[in-house]
């Protein structure tokens, strides 16, 4: 058992991986000899080699591309984009190929392959390396979309990435990257994709998030807990598919549900969420389901970061108008 932090984790279950099926590779710019920007693959290619690990050029749309011919070929390619707002380049092979490529074959041809990028803000940087896009994926039908929040369910989900015969879009939050550590197991093991996590019980109001917000959210029910306010905290895990069984046990158990992203709020995650819940929840509502979400304004700078990031003093206020509404 280790004590490991997220950006650790992804980093030993890759070489475990890598250890334990010749077919995996790992690749990206400046993956290889630098270990990548955040040295989320340090010491890989020493240990694996240049063929197994390995640098490509600045062109994302080209990264995505190789992955699928390596993938069709009976690899299973773990491609990084370098940070998350760089992936649009990349969209066209995703999603013309990487999404589609098991129908248009009619199931002769899967793609098990990861595509691995830093995922939101939080670490005061420039433009294009903040972003929260996992609808422009979770949209798609054909890809997975992962978003971990803990060292233990960031090994446990990216080794069920790596061995999934399909494609998977997994997004790290590198707000917490080194935020906190956490025992996790020496040894391979597999959570779910698809299964979301109640990380705590409670009986008055359902908190659905996912990522970095998932300790904003825990610091916020601490303190309404001071107001004997019992909240239920549901940790997504998977944006896609949703663990709708989950979701809505949940929410007729409470009543009350609030939704936290960091992803813009117009026709974001939140916006499906909502959908869901009205669907199939309805009568047990006693509160509008409501989305405390990104600005829908494009990710400031170092400067007004702080202005756009959801802070835990704003789920205590929308949690207990919740709590406390009349119709």
Known sequence: MALLNILEAVNKTLEQQLENDPTV???GEDVGYEGGVFRATAGLQKKFGEDRVFDTPIS???IVGAAVGMAINGLRPV???QFDGFVLPAYNQIVSHVARMRNRSRGKYNLPLVIRMPYGGGIRALEHHSEALEVLFAHIPGLKVVIPSTPYDTKGLLTASIKDPDPVIFLEPKRIYRAFRQEVPDEEYIVPIGKAKVVKTGSDLTIITWGSLVRETEKAIQELE????SVELIDLRTIAPLDV?????????TGRVLIVHEAYKSFGPGAELVSLINERAFFSLEAPPTRLAGFDVTVPLPRGEHHFLIKSSQIVHEARKLVHFLP
């Open 25 to 27: 590779v790992v690749f």
């Open 60 to 62: 994302e749309s080209a």
């Open 79 to 81: 491609a990084e984009i």
């Open 226 to 229: 001071k107001e004997n306010i």
């Open 245 to 253: 069984d989950t979701i809505i046990e949940s929410v007729k158990k």
